[in-house]
C-alpha cells in the first residue's frame, strides 16, 4: 500500500542514501517524456524537503529543457537488494549551470568530476513508498569508469564542443540553455 509523506524523515534518507541509482523524471508541455538513469556519488539530501543532483555529461540534456518550460521533477529509488520498497520524491526543481553564483559551493558537495553539466535544486513537495514487491534482486558489481575516461581527456574547451554538438536541445528541438541566451538564438 503507497504511503504519502510531505517531507524526508529520517528513514526515506537513509533508504536514499544506500541506493546506486535513481531515475529522473521530466516532461515539457508537449513532447516526449523523460526518465534518466542516474548513478554515481551525484546526489545529496539537503534537508527533509530539499535535494540536489548533479548532472553530468551525457548524450542528451532532456532535463534541462523540460525544466525550462515547466519545473515539475519526480526522483524515483528502488531497492534491489533485501529491502523491498519504491520511494518518489515528487516535487518542483531549478537548473544551475557552472555560470550560476550558487553553482560552485553546491558543486563542492560531490566528488571531483571533469564534466557537470548542471545541480538541480528539488523542493521535495511529497514523498510517496510504496512496497517494490516485484522489483527484482539484482547485486551490485561497482561503478562504471567510462563517463570520467571519456570526458577527462577533453577540458573544459572539448567539454564545450561536445554540450554544443550534442546537449543544446532536447529530443523534440526544446533550448536547454546550457550556455545561457545564447543557444536560444540558434
Same mark, same amino acid.
Given at each position: #500500500?503507497?504511503?504519502?509523506?510531505?517531507?524526508?524523515?529520517? *528513514?526515506?534518507?537513509?533508504? %536514499?542514501?544506500?541506493?546506486? %541509482?535513481?531515475?529522473?523524471?521530466?516532461?515539457?508541455?508537449?513532447?516526449?517524456?523523460?526518465?534518466?538513469?542516474?548513478?554515481?556519488?551525484?546526489?545529496?539530501?539537503?534537508?527533509?524537503?530539499?535535494?540536489?543532483?548533479?548532472?553530468?555529461?551525457?548524450?542528451?540534456?532532456?532535463?534541462?529543457?523540460?525544466?525550462?518550460?515547466?519545473?515539475? #521533477?519526480t526522483? #524515483?529509488?528502488?531497492?534491489?537488494?533485501?529491502?523491498?520498497l519504491?520511494?518518489r520524491?515528487?516535487?518542483?526543481?531549478?537548473?544551475?549551470?557552472?555560470?550560476?553564483?550558487?553553482?560552485? *559551493?553546491?558543486?563542492?558537495?560531490?566528488?571531483?568530476?571533469?564534466?557537470?553539466?548542471?545541480?538541480?535544486?528539488l523542493?521535495?513537495?511529497? %514523498?510517496?513508498?510504496?512496497?517494490?514487491?516485484?522489483?527484482?534482486?539484482?547485486?551490485?558489481?561497482?561503478?562504471?569508469d567510462?563517463?570520467?575516461?571519456?570526458?577527462?581527456?577533453?577540458?573544459?574547451?572539448?567539454?564545450?564542443?561536445?554540450?554544443?554538438e550534442?546537449?543544446?536541445?532536447?529530443?523534440?528541438?526544446?533550448?536547454?540553455? %546550457?550556455?545561457?541566451?545564447i *543557444?536560444?538564438?540558434?
Amino acid at each position: #500500500m503507497a504511503k504519502q509523506f510531505n517531507r524526508i524523515n529520517e *528513514d526515506h534518507a537513509r533508504f %536514499i542514501a544506500a541506493q546506486h %541509482i535513481f531515475f529522473a523524471g521530466t516532461a515539457a508541455a508537449e513532447g516526449r517524456v523523460n526518465i534518466s538513469p542516474k548513478g554515481m556519488d551525484s546526489l545529496r539530501v539537503m534537508d527533509p524537503n530539499r535535494i540536489v543532483w548533479r548532472n553530468l555529461t551525457g548524450s542528451g540534456n532532456e532535463t534541462a529543457g523540460h525544466l525550462r518550460q515547466m519545473n515539475r #521533477m519526480t526522483l #524515483m529509488w528502488c531497492s534491489f537488494a533485501t529491502r523491498p520498497l519504491i520511494l518518489r520524491a515528487y516535487g518542483s526543481a531549478r537548473t544551475l549551470h557552472p555560470r550560476d553564483p550558487e553553482f560552485a *559551493d553546491l558543486n563542492a558537495l560531490f566528488p571531483a568530476n571533469p564534466g557537470p553539466r548542471q545541480i538541480y535544486d528539488l523542493s521535495v513537495e511529497m %514523498i510517496q513508498t510504496s512496497c517494490g514487491y516485484a522489483v527484482p534482486f539484482l547485486d551490485y558489481a561497482g561503478e562504471r569508469d567510462t563517463l570520467d575516461r571519456v570526458t577527462e581527456p577533453l577540458g573544459r574547451d572539448g567539454l564545450h564542443t561536445f554540450w554544443a554538438e550534442r546537449n543544446l536541445t532536447t529530443i523534440d528541438g526544446q533550448p536547454t540553455n %546550457i550556455f545561457g541566451d545564447i *543557444d536560444d538564438a540558434g
